[in-house]
């Protein structure tokens, strides 16, 4: 995390996402917790009075929820056309090799969106719940992501998570990719890797 000045603003930051405080409004900081995944709680309050300003513990998680420790760059993912403007997101993918956590960064413009896809030693995490619907295809079974979301909840086939959990597991060996064109346009199917059974 870093704590830095900027003329009369307080910049909070933890690389990915940045938060600007008034130094006139600004009282103290006070960790709240760090959890068992390296997360930073902690709240700011104003002038010092009890009122909080911000209570990062109460916000969601595309916000400045948590503030990452531990984490380096794994790796990018190609570029994907958003819409008929053909804007293209730029992904960025950390991990946190302690535990194998995972997040992605997405870019758009001066837009910036976190995801957390989690460990892959917890059940609940979405990478997790994403590679237990990826088990229900063969060793030799080439598949793509319209066959996939049959296997997996409503909450996992939001596009940018599967698509930031299908990079990571390629990058990180866990699946094989290839990718041709289907009417026209890019066509990626993937396939399980030996690699992938060591996941319990």
Wanted: cysteine-free; overall charge positive; charged content about 25%.
């Amino acid at each position: 995390m870093i704590l830095k000045r900027n003329g009369s603003t307080l910049v909070i930051s933890d690389g990915t996402f940045e938060h600007n405080f008034d130094f006139k409004e600004f009282g103290q900081m006070k960790i709240i917790s760090i959890d068992s995944e390296g997360f930073i709680t902690f709240e700011i309050s104003k002038n010092q009075q009890p009122s909080t300003l911000i209570d990062f513990s109460k916000r969601t998680p595309t916000s400045i929820k948590h503030v990452s420790t531990g984490f380096s760059l794994l790796g990018r993912g190609s570029p994907k056309t958003l819409g008929s403007n053909a804007s293209r997101a730029t992904y960025e993918y950390f991990k946190r090799a302690a535990d194998e956590y995972y997040y992605s960064k997405i870019i758009l413009g001066a837009k910036t969106k976190k995801i957390h896809l989690g460990s892959l030693h917890d059940e609940s995490s979405p990478i997790h719940k994403i590679i237990s619907g990826i088990k229900h295809f063969g060793e030799t079974q080439w598949f793509d992501r319209k066959m996939l979301v049959k296997h997996l909840e409503p909450a996992q086939r939001h596009g940018q998570k599967l698509k930031s959990t299908l990079d990571i597991l390629t990058i990180e060996g866990y699946l094989e990719r290839q990718e041709s064109q289907k009417r026209g346009k890019p066509y990626e199917q993937y396939k399980k890797t030996s690699k992938l059974q060591t996941i319990h």
